[in-house]
């Protein structure tokens, strides 16, 4: 893999790139759903595919064009990529058919996860004096998504209500081509071209059955469970059970309002009282289980904010803490392979939780079963929280203590 080296001063242009481009990233997310479903009117089949295509093109794209890294630098990269979702989305908002979105957001979300390999490996050697640090630098790359997913949601769902969804495409379309013009100032790379697809490949094998990392991965597919649940459950339920579309925006923004404030104070505190990353994991499945339960009571406003804040916190303790074990890796080519490998688990994780949240959630509703989504998720939860104390009390391995 390549040697990617960085000046701490160019971190500035990666955080910005990484914010502009979530803007319509998550406008997008806010209001595809609901507008595959009673807009274009596809079946709850065809959305669950798109959702699906569109979140695991990110993610598989890392594994199988992961040697597109190496053949520009990151400020000529990163700007064709983002050029690419620029014109995706802007075709996006003429596009009717199924077949058409299908191959859209496949082409949008592969460049998509060719830049968030890029980003996440070029500020993994920010940081060289170990992990207490390192987590709040993946922390602030955390909050400046966050700070975007506060008003990008907002205005996908402003102009969704009062325009129409093609707006919501354009508006997305020009966040993408701005963060083409930041990428630009991004650093350069060095290259190596030791490195070719069938080695990649047997590190990426190695990377998924690294011992030290298995109980990474697994955790990574729930937490990706669980944060599908933003963009696939979230607005059906608003829309199809409480019949408050307008409560979608509002929804993104105080899940980004949440992260932007506690993310760096909770880790913090961790820190201060050296809590490890795995009791830490913990915690923030055992809030996922406690959200969940509360789930079951989500027919109140009150309470399906309530759920939302919960989720929400376990996000902000859950991300971090992987991405600084992943990140912890010395090496510079093994740790972007296992940033490649993370990506592949959590597309399996944002599969599961999309099927949940389109497809079995539709059908819950409609029927009036809601009831199997919360304890489904509650099982998710439980099954997180109980494998490292199994890994413990088989192999006595102290760090899941």
Excluded at 31 to 58: D, G, H, M, P, R
Excluded at 242 to 252: C, E, M
Excluded at 370 to 391: E, R
């Amino acid at each position: 893999m390549t040697s990617l080296s960085v000046k701490e001063s160019k971190f500035k242009y990666i955080l910005g790139e990484w914010s502009i481009l979530h803007f319509g990233h998550f406008a997008i997310k806010a209001i595809l759903a609901i507008y595959l479903l009673y807009k274009l009117e596809f079946t709850s089949a065809q959305t669950t595919s798109v959702i699906i295509f569109f979140t695991s093109a990110s993610r598989l794209s890392r594994i199988i064009f992961p040697k597109i890294i190496l053949m520009f630098s990151a400020n000529i990269l990163a700007p064709i990529l983002q050029l690419i979702c620029a014109a995706g989305y802007f075709i996006g908002a003429y596009t009717t058919s199924y077949l058409g979105m299908l191959m859209l957001v496949t082409l949008i979300g592969s460049c998509y996860g060719l830049n968030a390999l890029l980003v996440k490996t070029i500020s993994g050697n920010l940081k060289k004096d170990g992990s207490k640090k390192l987590i709040f630098l993946y922390t602030y790359l955390n909050i400046a998504v966050n700070v975007a997913a506060a008003i990008g949601p907002l205005i996908g769902n402003y102009l969704y209500l009062n325009f129409n969804a093609h707006w919501v495409f354009i508006f997305s379309s020009i966040t993408h081509f701005l963060s083409a013009i930041v990428a630009i100032f991004f650093p350069k790379n060095s290259h190596s071209n030791n490195t070719n697809q069938s080695s990649f490949l047997r590190g990426m094998t190695k990377a998924i059955l690294d011992p030290s990392l298995r109980l990474v991965w697994l955790h990574i597919a729930i937490v990706y469970v669980f944060m599908s649940q933003f963009h696939t459950l979230v607005p059906l339920y608003l829309k199809s059970f409480l019949n408050r579309v307008d409560l979608i925006g509002p929804t993104y923004t105080v899940n980004a309002a949440i992260v932007i404030l506690l993310q760096v104070p909770i880790h913090k505190y961790f820190v201060r009282k050296n809590i490890s990353v795995h009791l830490a994991m913990f915690i923030g499945f055992f809030l996922f289980l406690i959200g969940s339960a509360l789930l079951l009571f989500s027919q109140y406003i009150s309470v399906f904010f309530i759920v939302i804040a919960i989720w929400t916190v376990a996000e902000v303790i859950c991300l971090p803490c992987l991405e600084t074990i992943i990140g912890e890796q010395k090496d510079t080519n093994y740790r972007a392979i296992s940033f490649a490998a993370m990506g592949l688990v959590m597309a399996m994780g944002e599969g599961i939780g999309n099927y949940f949240g389109v497809g079995l959630s539709h059908w819950a509703i409609k029927n009036n079963i809601f009831f199997i989504i919360p304890l489904s998720l509650c099982a998710w939860a439980t099954l997180a929280m109980i494998i490292p104390k199994i890994l413990v009390f088989l192999e006595g391995d102290k760090r899941y203590e």
